[in-house]
Each structure stands twice: as C-alpha cells, then as structure tokens.
C-alpha cells in the first residue's frame, strides 16, 4: 500500500492544475493588455502624423510652425531644394514619433520679416522631409494666411 500511496503523490495529482491555469491567465492578461496598447499607439501615431506607425510611406501632411503643409512630392537633393528655395536649407524640426519620424527642413524666414505684415506671414512657403536615402521630399503649404 505505501507504494500505491508514494506513486500517487509523486504524480502531482491535480496539485499543479491551479498554478498552471493562473500563469496561462496571467499571460493571457499581458498579451491583452500589450494588443490594446499598441492598438492605441497606431491609432493615436494615424490621427497625429497621418501615417501609421509600420508603414514605410511618407505621410500626406505635415505640420511645423502651425501651419498644414500637403505632399510628398518628388524626391530632391539638399543642393536642389537650396536652388529652388534661393537660400540655404536647414534642419527645423522633427515629425514623428522618434525614430519612426523624419526630420523637418525649410529656409524658414526670420521672425522680423514674418511679423512685418498683418497677418504675420508663415515659416516657411515649404518643408522638406528627409528620407533614409538621405534626399528631401517637398510639402507646400496648404492654403492661405
């Protein structure tokens, strides 16, 4: 009878089913929690950059200085953006959620020149957004003052 006794305690019975089904809840909360949060990231990254988070393509707006700017469009060189804005181009800014955004460039105007005029004039007419082959892709600015 011992035997019987030791050979049934040993095999654990039901003893590990509560611990199992807890660490399988547990996890299963995690994972919940973790699908949610990152659903909300990707939502909040679409409303706030207007692009979301894993896709590889320019957003359709960008906005620096308070203003909209629409695009993207054709990629340039620094030297052809410098030509065509007649002045030297200049990182302003970043748009995007860190490393999942670009950096902002534009020959903006100084303040004094902005605010000579009611109402005061934008940043910049254009922005630049440099993409990972290191050209620039243009935005013009949308609408008027």
């Known amino acids: 009878m011992s035997e019987r006794t030791i050979t049934h305690s040993a095999s654990g019975g039901s003893r590990g089913f509560p611990a199992r089904s807890l660490v399988v809840g ?10 949610v949060g990152a659903a909300i990231f990707a939502v909040w990254c679409r409303a706030s950059f207007h692009v979301w988070p894993w896709s590889s393509s320019l957003p359709d707006r960008v906005t620096y200085c ?8 054709d990629p340039v060189t620094l030297a052809e953006a410098e030509a065509f804005e007649n002045g030297v181009i200049r990182k302003v800014g970043h748009y995007g959620f860190g490393a999942l955004g670009w950096s902002i460039y534009a020959n903006p105007q100084s303040e004094q020149a ?11 007419m254009g922005v630049y957004l440099r993409t990972d082959d290191d050209r620039l892709v243009a935005y013009t600015l949308s609408g008027g003052p």
């Open 26 to 35: 547990v996890l299963s909360a995690l994972l919940a929690v973790f699908l």
């Open 114 to 124: 902005r605010t000579a005029v009611s109402p005061p004039l934008p940043c910049a």
């Open 66 to 73: 308070g203003r909209e700017y629409l695009g993207p469009g």
